[in-house]
C-alpha cells in the first residue's frame, strides 16, 4: 500500500509540475503577443518585410503576344460557336421547308373553289 501511495505521489509532482510549465508558457506568450500588436501598432512593418505577402504573392505570367491571344481563343471558342451555327442553320432549313409546304398546300387547296385544279375539274 505504501508503494501505491509513493506512486500517486509522484504522479501528482509530474502533473503539477506540467501544469506550471503549461501556465509559464502561456504568460510568456501571451506577454509576447501583446508587445508584438503594441510593436506592429506603434510602428507597422513595411512591404519588404511582410513575409506572408511575399509568400502569397502571384508570379508574374509572362507576357504573350496578341496574336497567340487571340489563336488561343480561336481555337477554344470555334468549334462550339460551329455546332450552334449548325444547329441555327437546320431549325432555319426546317422552319422555311415547313413554311413552303404549307404555302403549296395553300395554293393546291383553296378553301370554296377548286381543291386540286385538275383539267377534269375546269370543263376540259
Known sequence: MASSNRDQGSSTEIIDEALRLVDTLQRRLLAA????????????????????????????????????????????????????????????????????SAVERSLRYRPGGESSGSPSETGR
Open 33 to 100: 503577443g501583446l508587445r508584438r500588436q503594441v510593436n506592429n501598432v506603434t510602428s507597422p512593418r513595411s512591404r519588404e518585410e511582410d513575409v506572408w505577402a511575399e509568400a502569397v504573392k502571384p508570379e508574374p505570367e509572362p507576357e504573350v503576344p496578341v496574336a497567340d491571344q487571340v489563336l488561343a481563343i480561336a481555337r477554344e471558342t470555334l468549334p462550339e460557336v460551329g455546332r450552334h451555327l449548325s444547329a441555327a442553320g437546320a431549325l432555319v432549313f426546317d422552319a422555311m421547308s415547313r413554311s413552303l
